[in-house]
């Protein structure tokens, strides 16, 4: 059983840097066909083994994930919000650094998660019942901050989020649409800037590896335990994911440079994934696919299922970390020596053919729609994360309607 464990873990992290460095190809989707496939795979080893490949695959996804967000501007769910701060430093040849800073974010959101977890397990079920009735009221309560703060241009950037919140809604209505999320993000945060990148004929300078992070010590605290308690209520309630949860996050730790920004944002989603299999041994509730899966796989997690998740997420953090700052140095070793315009253009026609292999036509027109919005709020000189009112607004909408 032991080989079987760490055979599974290390095909895990395998699959993990497949689904984190490609655009389009999630998580949900490759746990989804361990469970079709299951009938098959359980002739040959039991369930509690696919459950540690989904779990080792899903966390070594978050670490990874950041590379086409920072390197190629084609972001996750979970990574939408540092596409602008993760080019800026890109444009000053420390993208490498931006990584980094995802890096220190998810590493410590699993150390930190781990040190608290009991206290997580504990609280979850009578915390659960408070947060559900006050998080739509908490998520009005920063929308209006965040519309407040844009000085001179409340009203566009009251236009930018409605815009944004009625296409998520109308899209999350189509339920023939397989992969929404693909061509609504990546054509609000990522075509869109790369749009903006070729009509400013944008270079990419020389990437510095060696060069130290600005970040200071207290900031990395901040961040890592804003992450953390964040992504403890991000992995329990239901409609309230990762970049909802980075909304309140970064509201609340107030500014905290590019840098913090990115480490805050890098560890929320490995923050919800770990502590996710808290929720699950707790409240025996899945709130993401990978869980969901594993839940399918397994008829309960016991104490001694969940240890083991724990362990398997540990060594999956230490090894992950290190792949991607390898992955990193070679991103930014390539970035400069491919053409910056071809590269764009090659990023524009994959994310188009992906959403047409998966939604067809349809996909296009909301791809085509999602850009159209971005570029217009770029026009307009309000902040990106408005747009995220794709899927603030259905959450606000399910918790107070």
Known sequence: MLLEIIIALFLGIITGIITGITPGIHVNLVSMLVVVFSPLLLVYTTPLVLGVYIISLALTHTFLDALPSIYLGAPDEAQVLNVLPGHRLLLKGLGHNAVLC???GSLGSVLLGIL?????????????PFLAKSIGIILIAVVVFMIWREKKRKLYALLAFLLSGLLGLLIFNISSLKQPLFPLLSGLFGISLLVLSLSQKTIIPVQKTNEPLSISTPTIFKTVSAATGIG???????????????I???NAVGDVGDEGFITLVGGINTANMLISIAAIYALDKARNGAIVAVRQLLSAISFSDMLLFLAVALVVAGVASLLTIKFSKIFASLIVRINYTHLIFMIIVFITTLTIYFDGFLGLLVLLTSTALGLLASRWGVGKNHLLGCLILPVILYFTL
């Open 102 to 104: 995802t890096v220190i």
């Open 116 to 128: 608290f977890f009991p206290l997580f397990i504990y609280s979850m079920s009578w915390l659960q």
């Open 232 to 246: 403890y209520i991000a992995a329990f309630l239901p409609g309230f994911g990762s970049s909802q949860a980075a």
């Open 248 to 250: 309140v996050a970064t």
